[in-house]
């Protein structure tokens, strides 16, 4: 696969901000109904945006013992698991082993060993968008900042403070939720993105 021409020029402040989803687009799965609402969804859909939350560490030597959150997304929704949340493995694991259901997202290296080390789940037909999108512009792994602002023109905010909070935790705020949900579905959009500015030249 090709990359995109994609570079840090294509990041600009007065981008306007990426959107991302409405938290009534978001479900963190809790209970038998929110499970099975979210298998049917998951199991219908080809592609999927994917990533992985853990609680950080500060101590040296201290050792992850995430990932505590999997971010699974369709085209229009986004499922958050916890991993403290047994229920939900059985389905985590089928469909990300799937190896007919290809998973998108950024810098699945480190989910890939955490999952293994968690719970192992050894994930199949993962697609890094992070190296797709190198090119000769842009020679280093592309992070999704420089993706969004590249695609759509616009400016993906993430918060410092909100990405190193605790994902272990039992109850999760709303920044949490937001920001947990469009690393997952922003990697799924730019996916088809991607792919719609490859078909011409295909």
Do not use: C
Request: aromatic content about 6%; hydrophobic content about 45%.
């Amino acid at each position: 696969m090709s990359g995109a021409r994609v570079s840090r020029a294509d990041l600009a402040e007065d981008l306007p901000p990426y959107p991302g989803l409405d938290l009534d687009r978001i479900t963190l799965v809790e209970g038998e109904a929110a499970l099975a609402a979210a298998a049917e969804a998951l199991r219908a859909a080809p592609v999927i945006g994917f990533d992985s939350e853990s609680k950080p560490t500060f101590r040296k030597g201290e050792e992850s013992t995430g990932p505590h959150l999997i971010q699974l997304a369709t085209d229009d929704h986004a499922w958050l698991f916890q991993v403290a949340n047994a229920a939900a493995h059985p389905l985590l694991r089928e469909i990300l082993e799937a190896p007919d259901r290809l998973k998108v997202g950024f810098g699945l290296g480190n989910d890939r060993s955490a999952l293994k080390r968690r719970l192992d789940i050894v994930p199949q037909n993962l697609l890094d968008l992070g190296e797709t999108l190198r090119s000769a512009e842009h020679r280093g792994t592309v992070g999704a900042k420089v993706a969004v602002a590249h695609f759509f023109g616009q400016r993906l905010l993430k918060s410092k403070k909100t990405g190193t909070s605790n994902w272990a935790a039992r109850r999760l705020d709303e920044r949490q939720l937001r920001y947990a949900a469009n690393d997952a579905h922003v990697a799924l959009r730019l996916y088809h993105a991607w792919l719609a500015r490859r078909a011409p030249a295909a």
